[in-house]
């Protein structure tokens, strides 16, 4: 596709609902990352994947977090038993270089999670 | 760990006067550095990057920024700004050796244009 798109765009759920959150990269994008934010805040990194290998989970702020991209395309960040402190939006970001130079990332316009 | 730092939350001024934004980071090794720019409604846009070289870059819609070392920042300039400047605008910073690969933002700063 022409942009990195995410759906759904809002999600409301109950506290400890399970969510899942899907992302579809630009096409050919090797590099796909997830980011968190919050509310008047800037993003903060999750997880990035390389093609199917998850290479970093650092930022995951709990085992409740878990995402997959099983093919390599797209991907999906699944949070389970869900708490009123995940309310934020999720970002998605896709990269074409495999190398550090000239990794530039593109953002979808992201998921706004609201859990009552 | 590094952190990216925005000192102005929110940033007020009029039609065609000058905007600099200031931004600031802790690493002290090499770093790719970026400007991303949130219009109301929109996904994060890259406005303009730094990866080597001239240190003077210049981005699309006349913003430029320059990374000076020493001091560890990446201000971003505008010599004129214009109503369709208001937006979200996002420093970010990343290690440009090693495995990680991910960007480190700071928190923003809103920029309202009044007309």
């Known amino acids: 596709g022409a942009g990195v798109s995410q759906s759904p765009r809002y999600k409301v759920a109950k506290r400890g609902q399970d969510v899942a959150l899907r992302c579809d990269p630009i096409s050919g994008h090797v590099s796909l990352f997830w980011y968190q934010q919050a509310l008047g805040q800037g993003p903060e990194f999750l997880t990035y994947f390389q093609n199917e290998a998850q290479l970093d989970k650092s930022g995951l702020p709990s085992d409740r977090f878990f995402a997959e991209r099983p093919e390599g395309s797209v991907s999906t960040l699944k949070i389970q038993r869900t708490q009123q402190e995940d309310s934020a939006v999720y970002l998605c970001a896709s990269s074409l270089a495999r190398t550090l130079a000239k990794n530039i990332q593109y953002f979808g316009a992201g998921t706004r999670l609201s859990v009552l | 760990a590094q952190s990216v730092s925005q000192h102005n939350h929110h940033v007020i001024l009029s039609e065609a006067a000058s905007l600099e934004l200031g931004c600031n980071y802790s690493y002290g090794g090499t770093v790719n550095l970026f400007w991303y720019v949130q219009y109301p409604g929109q996904h994060l846009q890259l406005l303009l990057k730094?990866?080597?070289?001239?240190?003077l870059v210049k981005g699309i819609k006349g913003f430029e920024a320059e990374f000076i070392k020493s001091k560890f920042s990446f201000n971003l300039r505008k010599p004129s700004v214009q109503w369709s400047d208001t937006a979200e605008y996002f420093c970010a910073v990343k290690i440009a050796s090693g495995s990680a690969r991910q960007l480190t933002f700071g928190s923003g700063t809103q920029l309202t244009v009044l007309p």
């Open positions: 730094y990866f080597s070289g001239d240190p």
